[in-house]
């Protein structure tokens, strides 16, 4: 071997270790940075409450592989598997397809989903955490469970006409912080809007389903045409939760424990299980200082709210 | 006089009806007035573990055996088919091995608070406290009606 080959040689000898660390050091920090992706994706998803519609939990359903049952005056809609099975969950969306599913209710055929699929507050959510999100459900089980048409009429039942109700209704974006609030007010908004999307219950609608911009938080006297009553989280004094005191808020969000020493149960037995209970405290107390400064709004939905 | 006999038979079956399938049947009541004791005693409890109100162990402990008992007592009063005019929900008695677990943890859950403050072990008890919620809203997420 003369001084050339051997210099050549002993570089290769040299780099090749390098370019093997090198490679193994972008792969374990991929993998690493999916993972921390998805354990941040993990607390999202708690705090969207994704488990609730995607999840035939009264039936024992693996978890969001879909088929619950979504009663609305429109007719009945079934949650659809969202586990990454690649045919019969979402296993093929890339993260564009994914945030425009959220941001802009769009699937990836073009499609518009119905107002039912709470887009109109995940708009609202970052495109980081959107991103985090698909990397925690992508990490769970895959179901192989194929969807159930929606049970609604007509003329509901035509998606283009979801187009009209988009430029009525829905304002396309993610939030942006108000530089009046404080930062903890700006995250209990994050929380509370984009994320919890509690104002697609608590606020009335419209005859068209879309939500009442004058009315928002102040309770709905017949949710979803079900009859049931969802109550005015406003602060108003009387008709609202005004009486309450920061602990009473932190109970409910925490544990379901209400000031009369009930606890709540339904869709907000769920919503606590599933969400507020897993947020941090100081998630749970922004959450509450966005809420108790909300304009209050006199609108009795039941007795002693 | 046919017609008279048709009005009278659907008349009976109208009654029966209102009698059997409507009404509300005793133990409806009975258990409503078990759930506001509970009720009652946990809303004496929760203005202390926000200190809005001060411990007071023998009180507290007072309250969680009320919670105890009045439960224990509440869980016998479901016979089936007990849904009319109540929040039951009919999942009790298509899930009732289910519900009276349920029912059974939050009975549990009451009297090893009750334990707790009677030994004055307040911030054992204040630990402990949030999983009565918990317990609470396993029965009423699943089991109850909404208003």
Request: proline share 7%.
């Amino acid at each position: 071997m003369d001084a050339t080959a051997r210099d050549v040689h002993n570089r290769k000898m040299t780099r090749t270790p390098i370019v093997a660390a090198v490679a193994a050091f972008f792969v374990f920090a991929a993998g690493a940075a999916q993972a921390q992706d998805a354990k941040r994706g993990e607390y999202i998803f708690a705090a969207a409450g994704c488990a609730g519609c995607h999840t035939d939990t009264a039936n024992n359903g693996q978890l969001l592989a879909g088929g619950r049952a979504l009663k609305t005056p429109f007719g009945n809609f079934y949650g659809p598997n969202i586990t990454a099975h690649p045919e019969a969950g979402i296993g093929k969306w890339s993260d564009a397809d994914f945030i425009a599913a959220l941001r802009q209710g769009r699937r990836p055929d073009g499609a518009h989903y119905f107002p039912v699929f709470p887009y109109t507050s995940f708009t609202k959510m970052t495109d980081a955490d959107m991103r985090d999100l698909k990397a925690y459900i992508f990490s769970l089980p895959v179901s192989d469970r194929r969807n159930k048409p929606h049970d609604i009429g007509f003329p509901f039942n035509l998606r283009p006409l979801q187009f009209g109700w988009k430029l009525l209704f829905f304002t396309p974006g993610a939030f942006k912080p108000d530089p009046a609030k404080s930062a903890e007010v700006n995250r209990g908004a994050y929380l509370t809007q984009a994320l919890g999307h509690c104002a697609e219950c608590h606020t009335p609608r419209n005859q068209l389903g879309g939500l009442r911009t004058d009315m928002m938080y102040a309770g709905d006297l017949n949710h979803a045409g079900q009859g049931t009553k969802v109550p005015n989280i406003t602060p108003h004094p009387t008709t609202g939760i005004g009486s309450w005191t920061p602990g009473v808020y932190e109970d409910l969000l925490a544990t379901g424990l209400t000031q009369d020493g009930d606890s709540v149960g339904g869709d907000m037995g769920e919503v606590v299980a599933n969400s507020t209970s897993k947020l941090t405290p100081q998630d749970r107390a922004a959450m509450i200082a966005y809420l108790r400064q909300l304009p209050p709004i006199d609108h009795r939905v039941r007795g002693g709210n | 006089m046919r017609s008279n006999l048709r009005l009278a038979a659907i008349a009976l079956g109208l009654t029966f009806a209102a009698t059997g399938v409507f009404a509300q049947a005793p133990e409806v009541a009975q258990r409503v007035d078990r759930m506001k004791a509970v009720g009652g005693a946990v809303g004496q409890i929760a203005p202390v573990i926000r200190n809005e109100r001060p411990w007071d162990g023998a009180a507290v402990a007072q309250q969680a055996q009320t919670v105890a008992t009045n439960l224990t007592a509440a869980k016998a009063l479901f016979p089936a088919g007990s849904d009319a005019n109540s929040r039951a929900l009919p999942a009790i008695w298509e899930r009732k091995a289910e519900f009276d677990g349920a029912m059974d943890r939050a009975v549990g859950v009451a009297t090893n608070l009750a334990q707790l403050a009677a030994a004055n072990n307040e911030a054992g008890f204040r630990a402990a406290f949030p999983q009565l919620g918990q317990a609470c809203g396993a029965c009423h997420t699943p089991f109850r009606r909404p208003q």
